[in-house]
């Protein structure tokens, strides 16, 4: 796993430009975690956006807010991004599980609660969007 963080100020950078656009592209997120080369997050689209806009504009924004702190330029995250759309309650449930236990399973931290870089703790404490 490739590490472009030098410091914590980046991840927290990846993290604010989740919630950067959610008004102007109407969209929510529901779980997320930022890793050391990418992210993860459960969007849900309210508008006429796509998740390609919605995507594009994220990584950008992150992209020059990291790389600024870096003194450095160029592509930061993999190419594209992976969609999936959830279907029921359960897979939702799972797949929040997945997103919040992907530093635990990258030998990143023990658990999850100590990977301050997502919206586990938001989940434990009931300060999350839940889906319309």
């Not at 450095?72 to 599980?97: P, V």
Request: glycine share 6%.
């Amino acid at each position: 796993m490739r590490n472009f963080f030098s410091s914590a100020k980046m991840p927290r950078s990846s993290a604010r430009g989740l919630f950067d656009f959610r008004t102007e592209l109407k969209y929510a997120i529901y779980a997320w975690v930022v890793m050391p080369d990418h992210l993860h997050a459960i969007i849900g689209l309210k508008g006429d956006k796509t998740i390609s806009r919605v995507m594009n504009r994220i990584k950008g924004v992150a992209s020059r807010k990291i790389n600024l702190l870096r003194h450095k330029e160029g592509s930061l995250w993999q190419e594209g991004y992976h969609d999936e759309i959830i279907r029921n309650e359960r897979q939702m449930n799972a797949t929040i599980n997945y997103i919040h236990d992907n530093p635990v399973a990258a030998g990143l931290v023990e658990s999850a609660d100590q990977w301050e870089f997502s919206s586990y703790k938001d989940y434990m404490e009931s300060r999350i969007e839940y889906p319309e």
